[in-house]
């Protein structure tokens, strides 16, 4: 990994290989951290996702530090522009995901940290995929809008604490949400954040959905610190 300055106290850009591809990102480990949440976005979107960025904050704010990670690489994207293909090539990010998971429980400055996974929308499906293929590593996982039919043979193998998030005004997303929960292993969650479409757009949706992020994940990654 190239690190350009040090993670603690701000964002510092990363350069990690997944697989024998170059993965671009920001890590920010705060003083204190009682463990990290890998950001998987969904389709379309970037480590640069406002949304994203609010809830990351929310957890940095509550000692957790984050990492917000591209798992496509710029010429990928580029391609993408034309055939979408990769944003639903939920195995593939899955991997890369899991790569970047198998990095910080090898670096010595990262791997007493708890690591927990944040997904949106297909990013969410990789971030099952990837909780099912590290059971031992990753301690909770939160989806935002996710899609976890699109991960459907990898639940019964997630056994990290689950919490699916989804606002009441996205049927179709929460119907998949709802059909999804009793296929999870470990223990689980579903909670809907009321008025609120796809995106959190609504006024205060959105600083909801960081709120219980950050509750969900100083639960069950500050009481694994402190084991």
């Known amino acids: 990994m190239n690190m350009s300055r040090r993670a603690h106290g701000g964002d510092a850009p990363v350069t990690i290989d997944a697989g024998g591809v170059q993965l671009e990102g920001e890590l920010n480990i705060p003083e204190g951290a009682r463990g990290v949440v890998l950001f998987a976005h969904g389709s379309g979107s970037s480590r640069h996702s406002p949304r994203n960025r609010v809830v990351a904050e929310f957890l940095r704010e509550g000692a957790l530090g984050t990492l917000l990670m591209d798992l496509l690489t710029a010429r990928e994207e580029a391609a993408e522009a034309d055939t979408g293909r990769l944003r639903f090539d939920i195995e593939l990010l899955g991997e890369r995901l899991t790569a970047l998971t198998d990095w910080f429980i090898s670096h010595t400055a990262t791997r007493a940290l708890p690591i927990g996974y944040f997904g949106a929308s297909t990013g969410a499906a990789a971030a099952l995929v990837a909780a099912a293929r590290r059971p031992d590593a ?13 991960a459907a043979a990898s639940l019964p193998r997630v056994a990290a604490p689950t919490l699916l998030i989804v606002g009441e005004r996205d049927a179709l997303v929460l119907d998949l949400n709802r059909e999804a929960l009793p296929q ?15 995106l959190f757009e609504e006024p205060g949706a959105l600083n909801e959905v960081a709120r219980l992020a950050r509750e969900w994940f100083r639960r069950h990654l500050a009481a694994k610190a402190q084991e």
């Open 138 to 150: 990753v301690r909770a996982v939160v989806s935002r809008g996710g899609r976890p039919d699109l």
């Open 184 to 198: 999870l292993r470990g223990e689980k969650a579903l909670a809907i954040v009321p008025a609120a479409t796809h």
